[in-house]
């Protein structure tokens, strides 16, 4: 895990590549209580919906997927705030790049916080989900 | 005029309650496997305790997870046949541990209206507070759905 | 030209993370003198960000983007009579109306991505609608998905119209992706819409400047 002082302004954190499967999704809609056919989980269902590739991952396991970039950067404690714009359907079985720019460093509170933003695209160019973050890291 | 939209506002500066929610080991780990989380912290004792924690936790979107399970009133929007969630943010106050009771506190922040690439949308917005059995908050979660024509 | 900072619902940034980023730009060799905020629907007036443009030695200025039944519309040069002609809540205004009560009162109004799907005024040009008062787009949207831009291109070649470059940024690091190149210099408000009006400008992306390319 970096140390506060050893981030600037401009750095990356990832990408990391990640696919939800049909599988996984499936099984995060059984935890989140939205078990059986639905659109993230049931073709004509998703269609019906209006999602014409399919069905689709949840926001929530989207988001999941985009804090655990954070804790494996900046250790399990580190998210202060996960705020996501969930901009397109996130299609099943499909690579999705992960990952998060420094836009701001700050010391609040005896915090060293870290600001970025933080995205999830596809590989045709498609900006999933978007938002913003911010993380604490330790100072030496 | 501006478009006037037609919901319940006596709904504004209510609150609604859930839970308690049992945090166990098993719910912890069925969080895990369904999104592949693998952080040491997440996963045992150990890795926790390793980490500066006095026991297992739960990855910081557990919360918004369990979200879904508060049953909110419906705020009766007359717009739209089609919600889709449009946002989610989270702010992780303290740890949740495995044998935590976590309770919710949930109200309406907001009904608005704008336009994009799908045409007119009515955004609803909800936010909800956790707390564990102590009284402490331990993470605070805001929700959008929009309405689509 | 086209920029949402926390004021708008659905940015994320703000506008001290937004000049931030600009110094980070400028160190890797890319000319950004200043942007427009064009919150979502509204104009700021009570917003004050001269502290930090000159803290930053960026032109810091206000513009609105409004919803309007034939799409997004950016604009210049608000004042508080204009605000008091047009309501910027009103999601389904008539674009045209806008655009002549803009001029009237020394702004300008012009839409924004008119190449984009569902909502761009590319749509409604093919369902035969017709916009006598629009000149000038925002030809490079910062935002666009692909094959966006492409439609906007289009439309101002078969048109005749003139275009701007827009980053749309909702988040710090997405400022000024796409720009517009002023022959005139730019300070304040009115100087964007005096600028518009004389014609000469050009819309350019970020690597368009770098080491000064463009300036």
Known sequence: ?140 | MAMELEYDRSLYGIEHKAGPFEISNETIDRANSSTGEAGAAFLSDEGAIAAGYKGRIAPPTLCCILVRQVALPDVKVKFGKTSMHAGQRVEPKAPVYADDQLTASSHLKDVYAKTGRSGTMVFVVWETTFSNQNGEVVAEVQESFARRE | MHSHSVSSDDSRATVEQYVKWIQVLRKRGHTVDGIVLTEHRKFDFDKDYSELASQYNVVVLKGSELDTRYGHFLVYGVTQALTQDIDFGDVRMDSRALMQAARQHDAIALPAHPGRFGIGLTEYVAQGETFDDVSIVERFNGGSRPGENERAAELCDSHSLLGIGGSDAHLTSHIATCMTNFKATIKKESDVVEALLTKEFQPVWLDDTLNGASA
Not at chain 1, 17 to 37: H, L, R, Y
Not at chain 1, 114 to 132: A, F, N, P, Q, S
Request: charged share 25%; with cysteine.
């Open chain 1, 1 to 140: 895990m970096p140390y506060y002082d050893e981030v600037e302004l401009g750095d990356e954190i990832g990408p990391v590549e990640k696919v939800a499967t049909d599988d996984e999704v499936s099984n995060f809609c059984d935890v989140w209580g939205t078990p059986g056919p639905n659109r993230f989980t049931d073709a004509e269902t998703a269609a019906k919906s209006g999602m014409k590739g399919g069905p689709i991952v949840p926001g929530i396991m989207t988001m999941a997927m985009m804090a655990q970039l954070l804790t494996d950067w900046g250790g399990p404690g580190s998210i202060k705030d996960l705020d996501l714009v969930f901009r397109q359907p996130v299609p099943h079985n499909r690579a999705l790049t992960l990952a998060a720019t420094i836009t701001d460093l700050r010391e609040e509170d005896g915090e060293s916080l870290v600001e970025c933003d933080i995205l999830m695209t596809g590989t045709e160019g498609e900006r999933y989900v978007g938002g913003k973050a911010i993380v604490t890291l330790q100072s030496r």
